[in-house]
């Protein structure tokens, strides 16, 4: 808490030297609080505010494109809460293809139906600690690259924090790559959204579950396999 009031004395500081004038009323701080649709503090960390969860879920079913590109736009709002948005939203983002007609069928239901199951679900994500074991799960498939940063908890394993999650949408060429591709493919995505936390990471593990792979980086220092996967990574 010291600490955001040492950051927060600096900044108003830093304003007043600079003669940036701030608005009184628009100011809020302390340990929870509500700001942009996102709760700050307290022991979830930071999550979507209860009104804005709510007010998707009572969202009735879209019945044209303008209501459809609505639901998928607050629904990409909280993409970093969810690490498989993109197999979500599959279904109904078929619709916003250029000719394609206008069909609510039982799959789209199925699917919008779905989001409000997880929105009815904790979401939440922890701030980052750089002392603690920092892990990095990742999958891809034909639908798209999905990835979690989590960390562990030091006195307890077993307590897996969320840090950030999301999920990348694939071209046409790379939803036809072979598996070992693919995945490697979905680590390079993993690694360059989760870039903002790994930089400052003293180490940190990342977990596939393709075994080739694994075996691959796991037989020797990196810069001395270069060789042996320079036409993986050159490929994805």
Not at 172 to 182: D, H, V
Not at 185 to 191: D, S
Not at 203 to 222: A, C, G, M, Q, V
Request: proline fraction near 5%; include cysteine; glycine fraction near 6%.
């Amino acid at each position: 808490m010291q600490e955001a009031l040492d950051t927060l004395r600096k900044v108003l500081t830093r304003c007043r030297e600079k003669n940036i004038k701030l608005a009184r009323h628009k100011l809020e701080f302390g340990k929870e609080i509500n700001f942009a649709g996102t709760h700050l503090g307290g022991p979830d960390g930071y999550r979507p505010t209860t009104a804005k969860i709510e007010g998707i879920i009572n969202m009735p079913a879209p019945t044209n494109l303008t209501e459809l590109r609505s639901f998928l736009g607050c629904w990409n709002q909280l993409r970093h809460y969810i690490p498989d948005y993109t197999h979500s939203v599959s279904q109904m983002q078929s619709l916003l293809k250029k000719d394609t007609p206008y069909i609510w069928d039982k799959n789209m239901q199925a699917e919008f139906e779905g989001i409000k199951q997880l929105l009815r679900s904790p979401m939440g994500l922890q701030p980052f600690n750089k002392e603690w074991q920092t892990i990095l799960f990742m999958d891809y498939s034909a639908k798209g690259v999905g990835f979690a940063l989590t960390q562990e908890h030091p006195e307890d394993n077993k307590k897996k924090q969320l840090i950030f999650c999301g999920s990348s949408s694939l071209s046409e060429k790379q939803k036809r790559l072979p598996a070992i591709y693919g995945e490697n493919l979905g680590i390079v995505v993993a690694l360059e959204k989760c870039r903002f936390w790994l930089r400052g990471c003293p180490h940190f593990w990342i977990y596939t579950d393709h075994r080739s792979l694994e075996s691959i980086y796991n037989s020797k220092p990196i810069d001395e396999i270069s060789d042996e996967i320079s036409d993986i990574i050159v490929s994805t």
